[in-house]
């Protein structure tokens, strides 16, 4: 099966050149240019006559006007299966995952069972290949007592582990001193850790509910998930992983003194600590909670508006490495109530790529820039094989996008199982045409082929 995209405008590797791409089989076998958009001296060879002559591919798909970006990576999401399905399972949740444009994600260990024991990881696998509509790939998460278990790790599927570090979520609280020293000596895959010091939360807690009473008002979150508790964290973790040389990947940075922290990733170094941002911390502060109460209630909490300056301003200067969603979505009836009550979390994952895609309109970072913190770079940090970038011979994983075409989140856009978002009643001026998940498409006109199951992620870990 052959396929031609022509004439849209080509995102990757930091240029943007108007052009056709050619797929082969689920693979993309030619990235030819038209004319040069943005860099008037392409290195890629010149155009072939396809469009002049009667062509040969077995179908053409006119991106003219549009953008063709690789298909998103989200390295961070929580799908909730198995067991925690009445709020989102794998098929639901990959459908949403395509309508935005994302065809990879890793999903968190804090299921039910959690992803702790190898048996439960490679049932998360089968749980997939029978109803991911994209291709995926599983965190495996560490505990108190499964660090022997990381030397049987399949290396070549997964990403790497997860550590909750002094977080409450889904009782994987890890926060004893001699396991976390054992957890970063033994790691050999990336630790994506979440950094909230348990003991400064219990403490802020005890206060808020003096003051307030059992549930305090949810405008309290931030500062019982205060800027403290994070960078007391996230300090610790850094200082473990340079004691023990251990791959670190902080997840969902939220505080400008957390970023200094971080050395940027550039094109020729990787650091060994990096930093992910996740999008609704760049679009939402703490003052939001007025508005949209606990509905933006995440862990850790979405902090000030200065905080969110200095996060966007760190999506270019390369102190954030990834940019993922945390999507992690809860019944609507349990986001009711205040800091103690309301559960922490909320779905991103459908809408990640147009609200990124708004701020490449405000001018917080550049449409290129927006392709490697989402695409580019979780392949890089992760070691994903053939995929995150647009290259002769790599999965035809690719996602069309159409600017200047206002449409509005409401309640029947929404695919994700809960049925909500905190978006609702937005209105986005880019509008996701197509995605396409191995040269397949699985979404397009507001339809998702459910009948198409995604592939699992191969890793080359250095
Ligand atoms: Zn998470």
């Not at 035809?396 to 994700?416: C, E, G, K, M, N």
């Not at 880019?430 to 397949?440: A, D, K, M, Q, Y």
Request: glycine content about 6%.
């Amino acid at each position: 099966m052959t396929l031609l995209i022509r004439g849209g405008h080509i995102v990757n590797e930091g240029r943007i050149w108007e052009g056709d791409i050619v797929v082969e089989d689920g693979r993309i076998a030619e990235l030819t240019p038209h004319s040069s958009l943005h860099t008037p001296h392409s290195t890629l060879h010149t155009p072939h006559s396809s469009l002049h002559t009667p062509h040969p591919y077995d179908s053409v798909i006119d991106a003219t006007g549009c953008y063709v970006l690789p298909g998103v990576i989200d390295s961070h999401v929580h799908f909730r299966e198995p067991g925690l399905t009445d709020k989102a399972d794998i098929d639901s949740e990959s459908r949403a995952a395509a309508a935005g444009g994302v065809t990879t994600y890793f999903d968190m260990p804090n299921t039910q069972p959690q992803t702790t024991t190898l048996e439960a990881l490679d049932e998360k696998f089968q749980r997939a290949a029978r109803h991911s509509h994209v291709n995926y790939s599983f965190f495996y998460g560490a505990t108190n007592d499964n660090v022997d278990t990381f030397s049987q790790l399949p290396a070549d599927r997964i990403p790497g582990v997860k550590l909750f570090m002094g977080s409450s979520t889904g009782n994987m609280l890890v926060d004893r001193q001699e396991v976390l020293e054992r957890i970063f000596r033994t790691c050999k895959l990336p630790l994506m850790a979440h950094c909230e010091d348990t003991a400064i939360i219990n403490r802020n807690m005890a206060e808020a509910k003096g003051a307030w009473g059992d549930d305090p008002p949810v405008s309290l979150h931030a500062m019982i998930r205060s800027e403290e508790a994070c960078l007391s964290s996230t300090r610790k973790a850094v200082a473990l992983a340079e004691k023990y040389g251990t791959r670190l990947h902080v997840a969902h940075v939220t505080t400008a003194e957390e970023l200094d922290l971080f050395s940027p990733l550039t094109a020729r170094h990787s650091p060994l600590i990096t930093a992910e941002a996740c999008v609704g911390y760049l679009l939402f502060t703490q003052l939001d909670h007025e508005r949209l109460g606990a509905k933006i209630k995440v862990n850790p909490a979405i902090k000030t508006p200065v905080d969110q300056f200095m996060l966007r301003q760190a999506l270019t200067d390369g102190r954030i490495a990834t940019v993922a969603t945390d999507h992690a979505p809860h019944l609507p009836a349990q986001k009711q109530g205040g800091c103690a009550r309301a559960a922490s979390g909320m779905p991103m994952i459908q809408f990640s790529l147009v609200s990124m895609l708004e701020l490449v309109d405000q001018g917080v970072l550049t449409i290129q820039r927006l392709v490697e913190l989402m695409c580019h770079h979780p392949a890089r940090l992760f070691g994903v094989q053939q995929r995150g970038f647009l290259r002769p011979g790599y999965q035809a994983d690719l996602v069309i996008v159409r600017p200047q075409t206002p449409w509005t989140v409401t309640p029947d856009v929404i695919l994700s199982k809960c049925g909500w978002s905190p978006l609702e009643g937005h209105t986005f001026q880019w509008h996701i045409e197509r995605t396409l998940c191995n040269g397949h498409t699985v979404y397009q006109n507001g339809q998702v082929d459910t009948s198409y199951i995604g592939q699992p992620v191969h890793f080359h870990h250095p």
